[in-house]
Nanobody, 120 residues
Framework: QVQLVESGGGLVQPGGSLRLSCAAS????????MGWYRQAPGKERDLVAS???????SYADSVKGRFTISRDNIKNTMSLQMNSLKSEDTAVYYC??????????????WGRGTLVTVSS
């Protein structure tokens, strides 16, 4: 069973930093696009940042210049470095990936989420 597991959430003061990590486990061929989404209370789940297998990145306008997404294709991990955090960054953050289990088969996986709370 292919799984994604997030870690690194917690409580941080405004202006602070936090680093989220996501690790893929199980049996698979390769990982294609990966991304971080977040969902604040009462709101929809939105894309925060994404990264291709080749390392091309994109960011939501609200986090550009503050967040940095990266991945390690050898360790099958992805990270999100979050700096200059604001109260509006408070949300549950989810790891997402498209994973090839064979040459012909691609599946979609979500992590269970990790809570980030930005508050003084």
């Amino acid at each position: 069973q292919v799984q994604l597991v997030e870690s690194g959430g917690g409580l941080v003061q405004p202006g602070g930093s936090l680093r989220l990590s996501c690790a893929a486990s199980g049996s698979f061929f390769s990982i294609n696009d990966m991304g971080w989404y977040r969902q604040a209370p009462g709101k929809e789940r939105d894309l925060v940042a994404s990264i291709t297998a080749g390392g091309n990145t994109s960011y939501a306008d609200s986090v550009k210049g503050r967040f940095t997404i990266s991945r390690d294709n050898i360790k099958n991990t992805m990270s999100l470095q979050m700096n200059s955090l604001k109260s509006e960054d408070t949300a549950v953050y989810y790891c997402h990936a498209y994973i090839r289990t064979s040459i012909l088969t691609r599946i979609e996986r979500w992590g269970r989420g990790t809570l980030v709370t930005v508050s003084s």
